[in-house]
């Protein structure tokens, strides 16, 4: 069978660059979201930022025009938390972050201490101090494992880029000799918990994103069909500097209305 006339029952879109760009909607977002609704499509809507709960999430998005309820939103903060009570449930952690972290692993019935716990837990954050690293490289140091929501280097801000996750993470390695490990994209792992939470299949589900080295390389290695959307980072001639490839590039979501069955359709 041609995988071109398989009908997609899913979907799964990156947040930023698709849906909107800082605090402004992407003109078709709305239009695209709607018709998923109306055709019955399931979808989630995934970030790499571990700073907000999906209820904040929600709210800022509303504020945009996108009406989006929590349970369709899934953060790297959530996909940390599913991974750690799958891996260690009712563990401890050390936290540096902000609520959308600490409230997932609360949720999940994890312990928040500085006291012998079982892993470091590093996500993003505005209020990073030298105090809070310190206490995480000592706690690596003396045998507390070692995760990260993401690997993203920088963050946006109007100003210019911010010292994101990875960064900070890159300085607790180089101290402790000690790697993280990343759950948040590209890890497929974090495509892979999305998928579970909407009960979707990995051949009907499409990943739309705007970053080659996270969006579609997490989608491809999941085992999905990618759309790259050029409306935030990657561009058509930026492309080709991979040596893998979307199925499809766009100029926005916009261009899917009409077709969210059938994307890939001539």
Do not use: C
């Amino acid at each position: 069978m041609n995988p071109k006339d398989d009908q997609i029952l899913s979907y799964l879109t990156d947040m930023d660059g698709v849906l909107v760009h800082e605090d402004h909607l992407i003109p078709g977002a709305d239009e695209f979201l709607a018709e998923l609704r109306a055709n019955e499509i399931p979808f989630l809507v995934l970030t790499n930022n571990s700073i907000r709960t999906p209820r904040d999430l929600q709210a800022r998005l509303r504020h945009t025009g996108l009406d989006i309820p929590e349970e369709s939103i899934w953060t790297s903060a959530l996909a940390t938390a599913t991974f750690l009570h799958e891996q260690r449930p009712n563990g401890t952690a050390y936290v540096v972050g902000e609520s959308g972290l600490t409230t997932a692993l609360h949720e999940i019935g994890y312990v928040l201490t500085d006291s012998d716990p079982d892993y470091v837990v590093l996500g993003e954050t505005r209020t990073y101090s030298f105090e809070a690293i310190t206490t995480a490289i000592r706690l690596v140091e003396r045998g507390a494992r070692f995760i990260a929501t993401n690997p993203d280097a920088t963050g946006p801000s109007r100003e210019g880029s911010l010292p994101a996750t990875g960064s900070v993470a890159a300085l607790i390695t180089r101290a402790t000799g000690k790697e993280p490990y990343y759950v948040g994209k590209p890890n497929p792992l974090m495509m892979r918990s999305a998928l579970r939470r909407i009960g979707a299949h990995s051949r009907s589900t499409v990943m739309i994103g705007d970053r080659m080295d996270t969006d579609v390389i997490a989608g491809l290695e999941a085992g999905l069909r990618t759309v790259l959307v050029t409306s935030g980072i990657s561009t058509k001639s930026s492309v080709e500097a991979y040596p893998f490839r979307p199925t499809v590039v766009v100029d926005s979501v916009a261009d899917l209305i009409g077709r969210t069955r059938h994307p890939f359709a001539d």
